[in-house]
């Protein structure tokens, strides 16, 4: 990680639509990635959105028959190496459980507080996803970038703080 350089972190559904050629907006996905890494800057997952990644790809998709376990594995093998992965510590759950207590949530929505735990534990302060309205809870915190963000956007363009 440079210590000057902007992260993001890649949500799961951005992931998936990078690694699986076949899912929607890949290209417009891929694009966007590239223009990322050209401008240098820190892209980032964690281990949560890679097995989520795992649970996608061998489940029935639109785009996609479910990969068998095998499969599964050499997609996952396939991730980019130009990644940061953040790792899930314990600072990670004190952090997600004191956004639990702060921002009322539920079911499929820990998982999102879980990836934005992960973020503040990291430094990081700008997620990519395409379900901005899942994160939109944590806007005072995070800054959330859609696709056409970084489309229609350059690097020098990205603010690294939360808007407020």
Do not use: C
């Amino acid at each position: 990680m440079n210590a000057d350089s902007v992260s993001i972190f890649l949500d799961t559904n951005i992931l998936i639509r990078l690694v699986i050629t076949s899912a929607p907006l890949h290209a417009e996905i891929r694009e966007a990635v590239d223009r990322l890494w050209k401008d240098n800057l820190d892209l980032w997952i964690s281990r949560q959105v890679v097995r989520e990644l795992a649970s996608v790809i061998t489940r029935p998709q639109t785009y996609l028959s479910p990969l068998n376990s095998v499969a599964a594995a050499e997609v996952i093998k396939s991730v980019p190496t130009r990644f940061f992965v953040a790792d899930e510590d314990e600072k990670v759950a004190v952090t997600l459980l004191k956004l639990m207590e702060q921002y009322p949530m539920g079911g499929r929505q820990i998982h999102d507080a879980n990836i934005v735990a992960t973020m503040q534990v990291n430094e990081i302060k700008q997620l990519f996803t395409l379900n901005t309205a899942d994160f939109a809870r944590f806007s005072t915190i995070i800054t959330i970038l859609s696709l056409e963000d970084l489309l229609n956007n350059s690097a020098d363009q990205i603010d690294a703080t939360p808007e407020t």
